[in-house]
Nanobody, 123 residues
Framework: QVQLVESGGGLVQAGGSLRLSCAAS????????MGWFRQAPAKEREFVAA???????SITYSAKGRFTISRDNAKNTVFLQMNSLKPEDTAVYYC?????????????????WGQGTQVTVSS
């Protein structure tokens, strides 16, 4: 059983920064692809970022140049550094894991999910 726990969300003013963390337990972490998704009220869950087992990364178009995904395998943790935050970034952010080495943009291709952490960006 894989458990994922997100942390680091909160309230920030537009232009500010947050660093989200996702701590994984219950499995070998280093070879698994990880992703971040977000869901705003009344909207569908959308892809934000992913990182493969070899640390290749991808970022959704709206966040390119502002967000960075990284991983620290020694700590079984994935991070999402969020800079230059905008009100439209407001959402619940979810960490997800695949039982595969390669990453994916599709939420239904991830096998495990955290409970989410709220990010609110004020104007």
């Amino acid at each position: 059983q894989v458990q994922l726990v997100e942390s680091g969300g909160g309230l920030v003013q537009a232009g500010g920064s947050l660093r989200l963390s996702c701590a994984a337990s219950g499995r070998t972490f280093s070879n698994s692809a990880m992703g971040w998704f977000r869901q705003a009220p009344a909207k569908e869950r959308e892809f934000v970022a992913a990182i493969s087992g070899s640390a290749l990364t991808s970022i959704t178009y709206s966040a390119k140049g502002r967000f960075t995904i990284s991983r620290d395998n020694a700590k079984n943790t994935v991070f999402l550094q969020m800079n230059s935050l905008k009100p439209e970034d407001t959402a619940v952010y979810y960490c997800a894991a695949r039982t595969y080495y390669n990453s994916s943009y599709k939420s239904d291709e991830y096998d495990y999910w955290g409970q989410g952490t709220q990010v609110t960006v004020s104007s």
